[in-house]
T-cell receptor
Framework: DAKTTQPNSMESNEEEPVHLPCNHSTISGTDYIHWYRQLPSQGPEYVIHGLTSNVNNRMASLAIAEDRKSSTLILHRATLRDAAVYYC?????????????FGEGTQLTVNP | DTAVSQTPKYLVTQMGNDKSIKCEQNLGHDTMYWYKQDSKKFLKIMFS???????INETVPNRFSPKSPDKAHLNLHINSLELGDSAVYFCASHNRDANTGELFFGEGSRLTVL
């Protein structure tokens, strides 16, 4: 599975935008870029995903570099509830179908 | 309604015991997973079943035996529990070949082996 690299931790202030970077220089042409987050004592939850174009949904935006070797998850206005570990994952395809391999993630702290 | 539910939520047991964790999803998905999250918070895939067929079997001790009686259920049985088995076990499901591929996770089952 192709690997992703994320900063271990980031900090933000409440109601400010947050840009969470992810490097995935070995991404293959068929890999989707997925983002999940894990709030304390909960299971991971889906945030957003994309292939080549930038994507927006009610939770966040995903900006994908033109060469697809990096991407950025954008939270437009951070709230205290957004404090979580954010995982950038490449969804690869194999003979057993797709799988999601989680990396170490970025611990986001949101200050009031 | 809970989409992916796991039982029990907490499990404390002695070394050498055998225990099971159950998982059920009511989303109509065809693929289910077990992930293990250790104390360092790494989430590692253990097993995956697609329509009751084992499709992913990572390097996991054979003391761990998954069972899928139907596509809505995936249980995990662990024999001869060891201290290193202490972790949070997450069940997840999705439709394998769907492009969206959003994975739905349960709330986790925290296993503590004493």
């Amino acid at each position: 599975d192709a690997k992703t690299t994320q900063p271990n931790s980031m900090e933000s202030n409440e109601e400010e935008p947050v840009h969470l970077p992810c490097n995935h220089s070995t991404i293959s042409g068929t890999d989707y870029i997925h983002w999940y987050r894990q709030l304390p004592s909960q299971g991971p939850e889906y945030v957003i995903h994309g292939l080549t174009s930038n994507v927006n949904n009610r939770m966040a935006s995903l900006a994908i570099a033109e060469d697809r070797k990096s991407s950025t998850l954008i939270l437009h206005r951070a709230t205290l509830r957004d404090a979580a570990v954010y995982y950038c994952i490449l969804r690869g395809w194999g003979t057993s179908g797709s799988r999601l391999t989680f990396g170490e993630g970025t611990q986001l702290t949101v200050n009031p | 309604d809970t989409a992916v539910s796991q039982t029990p939520k907490y499990l404390v047991t002695q070394m050498g015991n055998d225990k099971s964790i159950k998982c059920e999803q009511n989303l109509g998905h065809d693929t289910m997973y077990w992930y293990k999250q250790d104390s360092k918070k790494f989430l590692k895939i253990m097993f995956s079943y697609n329509n009751k067929e084992l499709i992913i079997n990572e390097t996991v001790p054979n003391r761990f035996s998954p069972k899928s009686p139907d596509k809505a259920h995936l249980n995990l049985h662990i024999n001869s529990l060891e201290l290193g088995d202490s972790a949070v076990y997450f069940c997840a499901s999705h439709n394998r070949d769907a492009n969206t591929g959003e994975l739905f996770f349960g709330e986790g089952s925290r296993l503590t082996v004493l």
